[in-house]
């Protein structure tokens, strides 16, 4: 049972310097808020970079190909809900049009 403790405490001490290491290096708010970015990428380096740009709070506004939309929608498996997951993964927080 004593082992047990421990390991609580120990768990406990961790979350906490985490918690603590966040607070010291976490802004109050996203450092790219106001920017708006046009994303005419396709395919990874481009949609990883504006996807990072977005997750820090830039406006990002992806610009697909007119009648398909951008390739990477048919890209599978997996596909959820009839989209590819590597698609939804790369182009989070942005907005599409085409």
């Excluded at 120990?10 to 994303?39: M, N």
């Excluded at 830039?58 to 599978?76: F, H, L, N, Q, Y």
Aim: net charge positive; proline share 6%; charged share 25%.
């Amino acid at each position: 049972m004593l082992l047990g403790c421990k390991r609580v405490i120990v768990e406990f001490r961790c979350s906490w310097l985490f918690k603590k290491h966040l607070r010291l290096y976490s802004t109050p708010q996203a450092p790219l808020k106001g920017i708006r970015v046009l994303d005419f990428s396709r395919i990874l380096a481009g949609p990883y970079c504006t996807m990072a740009m977005a997750d820090l709070g830039a406006e990002v506004i992806k610009i697909e190909k007119p009648g398909s939309g951008d390739d990477t929608r048919e890209w599978g498996p997996p596909f959820v809900n009839g989209q590819s997951t590597y698609f939804m993964s790369v182009n989070r927080n942005k907005r599409s049009i085409t």
